[in-house]
């Protein structure tokens, strides 16, 4: 059974993983040694080499040895060798650490690529935020081993649309004045700051608008600034978020 489940899911390894003894062709043709040696010919085998190497952008590299190749192209050999044996999943092991940015580029255009091209899932570990964010529909925080957030990448893109004008007051307020009720704002700074978040993709986005209402409520502006939401910062918020403690339903005994 569990033969049968690794012929399902293949891995492209953080290092490639390929072996130095052996020819570039060898080691894609390595899976499929292992797991249909006994289904396929060995002429079926070199055509199904070959079609992985190209799939990659590498045909023709089937005599090379690993040490002949730069590190962009042994992690694209490992990746045939991977779709080789034509899973269902694919998984990645932070596949573009040690890359530089072009490779870096060119690999998440495979990865991308291959998933239109073969149907196949795609499981990517990375730390790579800009590289999570380009190749994924879905994305999944993990902390400490357990996973504190599994959004949609639309989703995630609306979060990341918003942004926060804060505006230091010169006055303190006891309250957010009544004319910005219209708004989504929030008071801080012991009533020394304003905080107005809103969408940076909207056609409007009300600040104009916001800074009217508030020269009308005679509210006087010392300094302000603008940030925008990261995926580090959502990832940070959620870290630091404090749990609640589960409740306590036994009962003390009388």
Same mark, same amino acid.
């Given at each position: 059974?569990? @033969?049968?489940? =690794?012929?399902?899911? @293949?891995?492209?390894?953080?290092? /490639?993983?390929?072996?130095?003894?052996?020819?570039?062709?060898?080691?894609?043709?390595?899976?499929?040694?292992?797991?249909?040696?006994?289904?396929?010919? +060995?002429?079926?085998?070199?055509?199904?080499?070959?079609?992985?190497?190209?799939?990659?952008? $590498?045909?023709?590299?089937?005599?090379?040895?690993?040490? +002949?190749?730069?590190?962009?192209?042994?992690?694209?050999?490992?990746?045939?060798?991977? %779709?080789?044996?034509?899973?269902?999943?694919? $998984?990645?092991?932070?596949?573009?650490?040690? *890359? +530089?940015?072009?490779?870096?580029?060119? *690999?998440?255009?495979?990865?991308?690529? *291959?998933?239109?091209?073969?149907?196949?899932?795609? %499981?990517?570990?990375?730390?790579?935020?800009?590289?999570?964010?380009?190749?994924? +529909?879905?994305?999944?925080?993990?902390? =400490?081993?357990? &996973? &504190?957030?599994?959004?949609?990448?639309?989703?995630?893109?609306?979060?990341?649309?918003?942004?926060?004008?804060?505006?230091?007051?010169?006055?303190?307020?006891? /309250?957010?004045?009544?004319?910005?009720?219209?708004?989504?704002?929030?008071?801080?700074?012991?009533?020394?700051?304003?905080?107005?978040?809103?969408?940076?993709?909207?056609?409007?986005?009300?600040?104009?608008?916001?800074?009217?209402?508030?020269?009308?409520?005679?509210?006087?502006? =010392?300094?302000?600034?603008?940030?925008?939401?990261?995926?580090?910062? %959502?990832?940070?918020?959620?870290?630091?978020?404090?749990?609640?403690?589960?409740?306590?339903?036994?009962?003390?005994?009388?």
């Amino acid at each position: 059974q569990i @033969a049968v489940v =690794r012929q399902r899911i @293949a891995m492209l390894f953080q290092g /490639a993983a390929l072996f130095d003894s052996i020819s570039v062709g060898e080691n894609v043709a390595y899976g499929l040694h292992e797991h249909y040696r006994y289904q396929m010919t +060995d002429a079926q085998i070199r055509d199904r080499v070959n079609w992985a190497l190209s799939l990659v952008g $590498l045909p023709g590299i089937e005599a090379m040895r690993p040490a +002949d190749l730069s590190g962009g192209m042994k992690k694209r050999v490992g990746l045939a060798r991977a %779709i080789a044996t034509q899973p269902e999943v694919l $998984l990645y092991d932070e596949p573009t650490t040690g *890359l +530089d940015p072009v490779n870096t580029a060119r *690999l998440n255009h495979l990865i991308m690529g *291959l998933k239109a091209a073969l149907k196949v899932t795609s %499981i990517v570990v990375t730390h790579d935020m800009g590289s999570a964010f380009s190749i994924s +529909d879905r994305l999944a925080m993990v902390y =400490r081993g357990e &996973i &504190i957030l599994v959004e949609e990448k639309a989703e995630l893109m609306r979060k990341l649309g918003k942004k926060r004008l804060v505006l230091q007051i010169v006055d303190k307020l006891a /309250a957010v004045p009544a004319g910005l009720s219209a708004f989504i704002v929030a008071l801080g700074g012991d009533g020394h700051e304003l905080v107005y978040e809103y969408d940076t993709r909207a056609e409007r986005t009300g600040v104009a608008t916001l800074l009217g209402e508030l020269s009308k409520a005679s509210v006087r502006i =010392r300094d302000l600034h603008t940030d925008q939401s990261s995926l580090e910062e %959502i990832f940070v918020g959620l870290v630091n978020e404090p749990k609640s403690e589960p409740k306590d339903e036994t009962k003390s005994a009388p």
